[in-house]
């Protein structure tokens, strides 16, 4: 088992750019999560997939942020037009239906960079 | 909302010291408590998970209280080692919802 794993991990873009993550969750891991953080911050929860459906969002996740898990495996967080106060570290977990439930695994994230 | 508060903000104890951190919440309607280690610029790895049922988790040198009615968790460290030092988070999940609810963390430094 490879754990949660991200990329890019490093992104430096220019403000208004898009820019795109993706996670690969644990295999078979169901539930997938995305989470931002930012410096001496706890993480902050952004959004829930299920499978392939997307069962909760924040309402941090503004008109310029989507996320898909269009098959219910590897998942993308796009952000369109970004803003420097978009800057942080971007995290996401996976976690199991079924055994110890509800433990989360984090990947080691996404950072981004806006200037 | 659920708010998440931790203390101390940072800590810093000789090698060998046993330490407490704090963790308190808001809501008692709490579906589990998870306890995370991050070191600088990395990803959180999971410590301890506790169902709301449960009274307390223990992994090797670790061990999770929780008092659900008064809304506090402590984490304790046994014997703590240089490398221990790195901030501990803590994370509670609510009865309605999937998202996780973290505090801003504890910051340590164990020093040899």
């Known amino acids: 088992d490879t754990g949660v794993s991200q990329d890019p991990r490093h992104k430096i873009t220019k403000r208004g750019q898009n820019v795109t993550f993706r996670c690969d969750p644990i295999s078979e891991h169901n539930r997938l999560y995305w989470y931002r953080q930012t410096l001496g911050q706890g993480p902050e929860f952004l959004t829930y997939?299920?499978?392939?459906?997307?069962?909760?969002k924040s309402r941090l996740l503004s008109d310029r942020f989507s996320a898909e898990r269009p098959k219910g495996s590897f998942s993308t967080l796009e952000i369109q037009r970004t803003e420097q106060g978009d800057s942080a570290m971007y995290l996401c977990?996976?976690?199991?239906?079924?055994?110890?439930?509800?433990?989360?695994?984090f990947g080691e994230g996404s950072r981004l960079t806006v200037l | 909302k659920q708010e998440v508060t931790q203390i101390p903000a940072a800590l810093s104890v000789p090698e060998g010291e046993n330490l407490v951190l704090n963790c308190s919440f808001t809501?008692?309607?709490?579906?589990?408590l998870q306890w995370f280690r991050q070191d600088p610029g990395k990803g959180l790895t999971s410590l301890l998970l506790?169902?709301?049922?449960?009274r307390e988790q223990t992994s090797g040198r670790l061990n999770a209280s929780l008092d659900k009615s008064s809304g506090r968790s402590t984490l304790y460290i046994a014997a703590s080692q240089p490398g221990d030092s790195a901030t501990y988070l803590c994370a509670v999940r609510a009865n309605s919802g999937y998202a996780l609810n973290f505090g801003k963390g504890t910051s340590l430094l164990v020093t040899p």
């Open positions: 997939f299920q499978n392939e459906a997307q069962l909760e």
């Open positions: 977990a996976s976690s199991s239906l079924t055994g110890e439930d509800g433990e989360l695994f």
């Open positions: 809501d008692s309607a709490i579906y589990n």
């Open positions: 506790i169902q709301s049922s449960q």
